[in-house]
C-alpha cells in the first residue's frame, strides 16, 4: 500500500515562512518524481513544484520561484516544501504527489497523492 501525508500546515501572516513534509511510504521513494500542488477553495488543483527522482532537481512555477524551496530527504523517505515570504494567495490546501516516472507539472500525470495540509495566511 502506497501512502503519501503531508503535515506542517497552519496559520501564519504574511511574510512568515512554514515548512510543508510529505512522508512517504509503500514504494522505491528515490525512483519516484514527487511534486506539490495547491488548491484554494472554489478553484483548480495547481502545481507548484517539482523535485526530481533521484538527484532532486527541482522546477517551480512562477507564482512561487525565489519564495519557495522543494527538496527529498530519500533516506527519510520525506519529500518537504520550504514556503518563505508567504503571502494571502498561498492559501491553500497543499498536496503531496508521487509517480514512477519523469513527470511534469500536470496535476494527471501523478499515480499516488496525499490527503492534503491547510496553509492559510492572513494579510
Known amino acids: 500500500q502506497v501512502h503519501l501525508v503531508e503535515s506542517g500546515g497552519g496559520l501564519v501572516q504574511t511574510g512568515d515562512s512554514l515548512r510543508l513534509s510529505c512522508a512517504v511510504s509503500g514504494l522505491t521513494f528515490s525512483g519516484y518524481t514527487m511534486a506539490w500542488f495547491r488548491q484554494a477553495p472554489g478553484k483548480e488543483r495547481d502545481f507548484v513544484a517539482r523535485i526530481g527522482r533521484f538527484s532532486g532537481i527541482t522546477l517551480y512555477a512562477d507564482s512561487v520561484k525565489g519564495r519557495f524551496t522543494g527538496s527529498r530527504d530519500n533516506a527519510k523517505n520525506t519529500v518537504y516544501l520550504q514556503m518563505n515570504s508567504l503571502k494571502p494567495e498561498d492559501t491553500a490546501v497543499y498536496y503531496c504527489?508521487?509517480?514512477?516516472?519523469?513527470?511534469?507539472?500536470?496535476?494527471?500525470?501523478?499515480?499516488?497523492w496525499g490527503q492534503g495540509t491547510q496553509v492559510t495566511v492572513s494579510s
Open positions: 504527489a508521487a509517480d514512477l516516472s519523469f513527470r511534469g507539472v500536470q496535476e494527471n500525470e501523478y499515480e499516488y
